[in-house]
């Protein structure tokens, strides 16, 4: 299953179900949205993606004789170092080079680009790897949260149990902790 999401080209106030980055409404939609032209983003599970407005309504698409206005890059795989890369040649020649992944999100928020690095609304990126080593099945983890994305739900305690509406990882016994929340879309 891919994930991909619609961009619009816009000026004006946010769009309600959006992400408003420069002039860009990124969508996160669980209805349709109506009154601009939506472009659906690339496959985010193939390469992270970076979007720009064309405001002119001049991105070349696959269709003959309609253009857009939104325009879309991809890196070659979804890893840190070719993001950068990537961010590098989008930067050129007025930001770079980018020294990390997060350096180079900041930079294209700032100068209107949206990207998907970094699940979209924060700077960095957790990887958790889960195998199984004979009858024991490892859980592994690298990398970091950036909370200033979320919202403080303030203290709470993780132990035995489940909730439909959370996704916890905890290792060890039960403990205080602060808890935080953020928006999930589910497409379908």
């Known amino acids: 299953m891919s994930t991909s999401r619609p961009f619009a080209y816009n000026?004006?106030?946010?769009i309600a179900g959006t992400e408003q980055v420069g002039s860009l409404a990124v969508g996160y939609p669980s209805g349709g949205?109506?009154?601009f032209e939506w472009w659906n983003g690339p496959d985010e599970d193939l390469g992270y993606v970076i979007a720009c407005s064309v405001p002119g309504?001049?991105?070349p698409t696959p269709v003959a004789g309609v253009d857009a206005s939104v325009g879309f890059f991809q890196?070659?795989?979804?890893?840190?170092?070719?993001?950068?890369?990537?961010?590098?040649v989008v930067a050129s020649p007025s930001g770079g080079?980018?020294?990390?992944?997060?350096?180079?999100?900041?930079?294209?928020?700032?100068?209107?680009?949206?990207?998907?690095?970094?699940?979209?609304?924060?700077?960095?990126?957790?990887?958790?790897?889960?195998?199984q080593v004979g009858n024991d099945v490892v859980w592994s983890g690298s990398g970091s949260f950036n909370l200033t994305a979320l919202?403080?739900?303030?203290?709470?305690?993780?132990?035995?149990?489940?909730?439909s509406n959370?996704?916890?990882?905890?290792?060890?016994?039960?403990?205080?902790v602060d808890t935080y929340s953020i928006p999930i879309y589910f497409w379908y």
Do not use: H, M, R
């Open 57 to 59: 309504d001049t991105q």
């Open 11 to 14: 000026t004006g106030a946010p």
């Open 151 to 163: 919202t403080s739900a303030g203290p709470g305690s993780v132990g035995a149990g489940y909730a």
């Open 33 to 35: 949205f109506s009154g």
């Open 97 to 131: 080079p980018f020294a990390s992944g997060s350096a180079a999100k900041t930079w294209l928020n700032s100068n209107g680009y949206w990207t998907s690095f970094g699940g979209g609304g924060g700077t960095g990126d957790f990887n958790v790897t889960i195998s």
């Open 166 to 176: 959370q996704a916890i990882w905890a290792i060890g016994p039960s403990a205080p």
């Open 75 to 88: 890196s070659g795989a979804l890893t840190e170092n070719s993001f950068i890369s990537l961010a590098n």
